[in-house]
Structure formats: structure tokens, C-alpha cells
């Protein structure tokens, strides 16, 4: 043996002490954790792990069916305005009698469209009646049968894009990262039609002819859509950071990072959106929410623009154009409203100004006298706030009564003022508002204060708003008011009068039936009926059905005439109905605005009497919230 081998044999067999062994088994152990930790870290950052080219397609998809949707709409309505034109035209100059093709539905199977889907509350009868835990906690009204499909669709294909995710997947932390990815990209694809959806001048109300009210309740749901898939992208990154980086590594990064931070910020202030717009909370402090809400609702929008902008990514996260886009809506709808409010309420001609006078029964009447002329259809209604009277607030109400002033009055009014002579003047507005709480009962008190006498403030009106729904192709209309709701169907009467001696208009017989507590209320319309009642040939079109539900003397219950009557309790509104339905001109329209349940049990009559022999159409006019 060499002297080499010799003296290496002499150390004995390379075994290493406990000691050496310890250390060699730290520094693999630690090697072989940090390499853990940095193959799940990879998870929690950039696109890593997401699935880009699915989320891509479920957006395009997730598009597609909103605006397939529209589009269907559309070509209704398209379909609808024609129909609606060709009746229009062919029966405004055919008398009663001669209006019998219109009466008869031409397509056998839409009256049972109109029953089992269109008009049909969700389940047997309640859609527009308050759901309430208790005199003071009310949780909302329930969606009629159409928008809980429209709504089905929505939330069941949102559902299916979440949950398409690759589940055999080893890892779960790619897994994570794949769920992590597809909420938020459906997150920020809802957030644009949902801010669409939130916009008084929405284009699709005109363009679609659908209430501002419809796409409230969408909006509300696909809020709740928005703000459920923004927390599971949240979870499903606290789930990966945690595991890579610890409670320690992950706070330090919400904490110094302006990605992670902004995104942490946005979902914070999301759910705190959620929490508010809980029903008893929203309706128990719904003018606290409305300010609230659309603070928060901002944060959350600039967070996720910093959240997509501040990624590691080139150029951001592929979201990033989507929130401009959305802060560009938001803005665009924003300076709509601030034009709209500036051009009606201030011209050379001076400003608004508002005549308010307390009513009978809690109940405020306010004329606006608007700075310049505005064409204001019936069945509109306009936001107003007052100064002096919680200027930061406005609310919608009817418009009642419209009132347009020539630039310069003749001392003889031989003929009636042209249309280019009234453009030139100005124009008031009339309301009927309730006292409740909040604002309404502030405006009251305020009206009050000045005991008999009107009294003058500065207000501004934003609007007008929807008027949509045209009466003038109809033989047969029945207009159902209750309480306040009496300022929407009195904004068609006048109108139709005019049109029917004109000879411009199919209508040929109007029934008006109003449901009120007292006959007090009468006092609230009173100047304006008076000035229906007495227009010339108003006895061949327009009966009124007035109901006391709760007369202080029975000597208050009299019939001014045959087409003028008075009944104390509420009416049999099926066999009103039925009554009218029997004696119908051409074709119909029954519309309804008031209480819920007023709205139900009309809506429930209408439903009725779609039997294939009779053309009966239903609209409601509400302000759900």
C-alpha cells in the first residue's frame, strides 16, 4: 500500500460527527423550503397560474349574452314602435265602433305570453308589494317572472365561468391562482355594464324603451355578482401568499405594495358596499346609503384602476382598459347629469325658482318655474332638490302638472300660442310629494313653516326622465292612481283631451279611478282638474271613479255627475276590470301607480283577462329602491 492510501486509511471511514451532520441537514432542509416557498410564490403574483386564454373567451362570452340580450330587446321594441305606429295611424280617425280589429289580439299565443311571463309576478301574485320584517325593517320587493330569468341567466353563466376550472390539478396553490384569475376577470367584466346600468342618463332607457326601475334591479344584482367574485379573487390570493410568504410576509406586501394594497383597499370597500346595501339597512337610511355609496363605490373604482395599473406585468394587467373605460362612463354620465341640471336651471331669463304650499294630508304641492323651456312628455318624472332644504339630496317624483309661458304675453289672446312662440318662453313644472321621513318630511315642515301662505325658494330640477310609455295608440285606457301615485296618471289626461279634439290620437274612452284616504286629497289637484273638467267634449272621453277608503262624514261621499263619481271603501278592481274589458274600444291599456299592493292586485286583474279575445295591455309605473 502507498504511503498516500496509508495515511488516508489512518482517518478512518468519512462518517461525519452529529454536530457537521446537523449543520448539512439544516442547509438542505432550509435549501429545499426557501425552493417551496418559491415555487408557490410564483402563484400569487402576475398571471401565473391563470388560465388568460379561457378568462379571454368566458369575457367575450359573458359580453355576448348581455348584448345579444339588448339586442333582442331592441328588435322587440323595434317591432313594438312599428306595431304601436301602424295602430296609431290607421285608428286615430275611426270612431269607437270602428276599432274592433285593434281589440283582438292578432297572435294566439300572446295573451298567454302576456300571463304566464311578461305581466307574471315571480310566484302567485306579490312582486311590487314591500316585504316587510316589521313596520320598521323592509327588505325589498321580489322580481317579476321575466327578470328572474334575465337574472338566472346573468348569475348561472357566472357560476359556470367560476367554477370551469381544472380541479385534477396536483397543486393546489395553481389551482388558487386559476380561481384567482377568473374572478377577477369576471369582477371587472360586470363592473362596466354595471355602471352603465347606474346611470339616470343610461342610453338604453330611450333606446330600449325599459324603465330606469328595471335596470336598478339589475344593477343590484350584478352588484352582488361583482362584489362575491371580488372576494373570492381576494381569498384565493390571501390562500397562496399565506402559504409562501406567512402572516408576516403577506402584511408586509398590503402593507408596502401599491398592487396588492389597492386591491386589498377595493375589496374592503366592497363588501362594506354589500353590507349597507343590505334591504333593511338601505331602506331604514336609504338617503345616508345613496351619498355613501357612491363615495365608496368611487374608492372601489380608483383602487382597481391602481390594482391593474401597478401590476409587474408590461403594460399592466390586461384589465386595465376595461377601468378606463369605466371611469370614462362614469365620468361621461356624471357631466351629463351636471349639463342637464345647469342648461334647465339657469338661463338668461333668470333661475329656478320653487313655490311650495303644505297640503292637506302630509302632503307638499311644488311648482317649479324653470329658467327656459322644456318639452316634458306625460308619464315623466325629475329629480328636484331645494336649497336650504338638504341641497346635496335629490329625489324623483312625478310630474303632475306642465305649464309652458310664452316669451310675451298678448293682452288678447285671440288664438292659441304656436309651438316657436312658446319655445321662446319659459316653463313650470307641477308636483305632488308626500310627506314621509328624511327629505320629504324636511320639505313639508319647511312648507309649513309659512302657515297658508306659498312660500318661494331656489330649487333646480334634474330631468325630465322616462315618458316612454305613449297612451295615444290606444282606443281604451284605464289609469288606477292611489294616493300621490294620482300625479302620474294626471299628467295624461290633459293631453289626451287635447289630442281627442284635435282628432290626433286613437283613444276614444279614458277611466280614471283614484284611490285616496279622504276627500282632503282632492285639494291637492284641484286647479289642475278643475281646468280637465272643464276642457269642451271631456264628458265623451274621461270618467272618473274617486274611492274614499276612509271618509270623515258620510255626507262628503256625493257624485258631482254621471261621469264624475265618488264611493266610500276601495274598489273591486277584478270586476272593475272585467267591467271595462266588457265595454272595451279598440285595444287597451290598463297602467297603475301607487302602493305595492294596489300596483299586485291590478297587475293580478290584467293577468286575467288575457283570454285571446281582447288586446289588453299592462304598464307600472314605480320607484322601487
Aim: with cysteine; charged share 20%.
Amino acid at each position: 500500500m502507498s504511503l498516500m492510501r496509508r495515511r488516508l486509511a489512518a482517518f478512518g471511514p468519512f462518517t461525519p460527527t452529529a454536530i457537521l451532520a446537523t449543520r448539512d441537514s439544516d442547509t438542505a432542509t432550509g435549501t429545499e423550503e426557501e425552493a417551496a416557498k418559491a415555487s408557490i410564490a410564483q402563484y400569487s403574483t402576475a398571471l401565473n397560474g391563470v388560465d388568460q386564454p379561457t378568462n379571454m373567451l368566458f369575457k367575450d362570452m359573458l359580453w355576448w349574452t348581455l348584448g345579444i340580450l339588448c339586442l333582442v330587446v331592441l328588435s322587440i321594441r323595434l317591432f313594438e314602435i312599428a306595431w304601436t305606429k301602424l295602430r296609431h295611424v290607421s285608428a286615430m280617425s275611426a270612431p269607437a265602433d270602428r276599432q274592433r280589429y285593434w281589440k283582438t289580439s292578432q297572435w294566439s299565443w300572446m295573451p298567454s305570453l302576456k300571463k304566464n311571463l311578461i305581466y307574471a309576478p315571480l310566484w302567485s301574485k306579490r312582486h311590487n308589494r314591500e316585504i316587510k320584517l316589521s313596520s320598521a325593517i323592509n327588505i325589498g320587493t321580489l322580481p317579476s317572472r321575466l327578470h328572474f330569468i334575465i337574472l338566472m341567466v346573468y348569475i348561472v353563466s357566472n357560476l359556470v365561468y367560476m367554477l370551469h376550472v381544472d380541479w385534477k390539478k396536483e397543486n393546489k396553490y395553481s389551482i388558487a391562482a386559476e380561481i384567482r384569475g377568473r374572478s377577477g376577470t369576471l369582477s371587472v367584466v360586470s363592473m362596466i355594464p354595471l355602471i352603465i346600468l347606474a346611470g339616470r342618463n343610461n342610453p338604453l332607457i330611450s333606446m330600449l324603451k325599459v324603465s330606469f326601475d328595471t335596470y336598478n334591479l339589475l344593477h343590484r344584482w350584478m352588484g352582488r355578482a361583482v362584489i362575491i367574485e371580488a372576494v373570492i379573487h381576494t381569498i384565493a390570493w390571501l390562500y397562496v401568499a399565506m402559504a409562501a410568504d406567512g402572516w408576516d410576509g403577506m402584511t408586509r406586501r398590503l402593507v408596502h405594495e401599491s398592487f396588492e394594497a389597492s386591491g386589498m383597499v377595493g375589496t374592503i370597500t366592497l363588501i362594506f358596499i354589500m353590507i349597507l346595501s343590505l334591504g333593511p339597512i338601505r331602506h331604514a337610511f336609504y338617503e345616508t346609503f345613496l351619498n355613501v355609496h357612491i363615495i365608496l363605490a368611487f374608492i372601489t373604482f380608483a383602487m382597481t384602476l391602481v390594482h391593474c395599473a401597478t401590476a409587474t406585468l408590461p403594460g399592466g394587467l390586461p384589465q386595465l382598459p376595461w377601468m378606463v373605460a369605466i371611469f370614462l362612463i362614469w365620468l361621461a354620465e356624471r357631466f351629463s347629469r351636471m349639463f342637464r341640471l345647469a342648461y334647465y336651471n339657469w338661463s338668461a331669463k333668470g333661475k329656478t325658482e320653487a313655490v311650495i304650499e303644505a297640503m292637506p294630508g302630509d302632503t307638499t304641492r311644488v311648482t317649479l318655474h324653470l329658467a327656459r323651456y322644456v318639452d316634458v312628455k306625460p308619464g315623466t318624472h325629475a329629480y328636484i332638490r331645494f336649497m336650504g332644504i338638504s341641497p346635496w339630496e335629490n329625489h324623483p317624483f312625478s310630474i303632475a302638472w306642465v305649464e309652458h309661458h310664452p316669451e310675451l304675453e298678448r293682452t288678447v289672446k285671440e288664438k292659441e300660442y304656436s309651438e316657436a312662440e312658446l319655445k321662446k318662453g319659459t316653463t313650470s313644472v307641477s308636483f305632488v310629494i308626500g310627506a314621509y321621513t328624511g327629505f320629504t318630511r324636511h320639505l313639508y315642515n319647511k312648507a309649513s313653516s309659512g302657515g297658508s301662505q306659498t312660500m318661494r325658494i331656489r330649487a333646480a330640477m334634474e330631468g325630465p326622465y322616462a315618458g316612454h310609455h305613449s297612451l295615444d295608440s290606444y282606443g281604451h285606457a284605464l289609469l288606477f292612481a292611489g294616493s300621490t301615485g294620482i300625479t302620474h296618471q294626471l299628467s295624461y289626461l290633459k293631453p289626451i283631451l287635447e289630442g281627442f279634439n284635435q282628432g290626433t290620437i286613437a283613444t276614444r274612452r279614458v277611466t280614471l279611478v283614484w284611490i285616496m284616504r279622504d276627500t282632503e286629497s282632492l285639494e291637492w289637484v284641484r286647479p289642475w282638474m278643475d281646468e280637465i273638467l272643464r276642457m269642451p267634449r271631456r264628458r265623451d272621453i274621461l270618467n272618473i271613479r274617486l274611492f274614499i277608503t276612509r271618509p270623515k262624514n258620510t255626507k262628503e261621499i256625493h257624485s258631482a255627475s254621471s261621469t264624475v263619481q265618488m264611493f266610500p271603501g276601495r274598489p273591486q278592481i277584478r270586476l272593475l276590470i272585467k267591467k271595462e274589458v266588457e265595454e272595451q274600444v279598440g285595444a287597451m291599456v290598463v297602467t297603475v301607480c301607487g302602493p305595492g299592493a294596489l300596483a299586485d292586485d291590478v297587475r293580478q286583474a290584467v293577468r286575467e283577462v288575457q283570454d285571446g279575445n281582447s288586446v289588453v295591455d299592462f304598464v307600472e309605473e314605480s320607484f322601487t329602491w
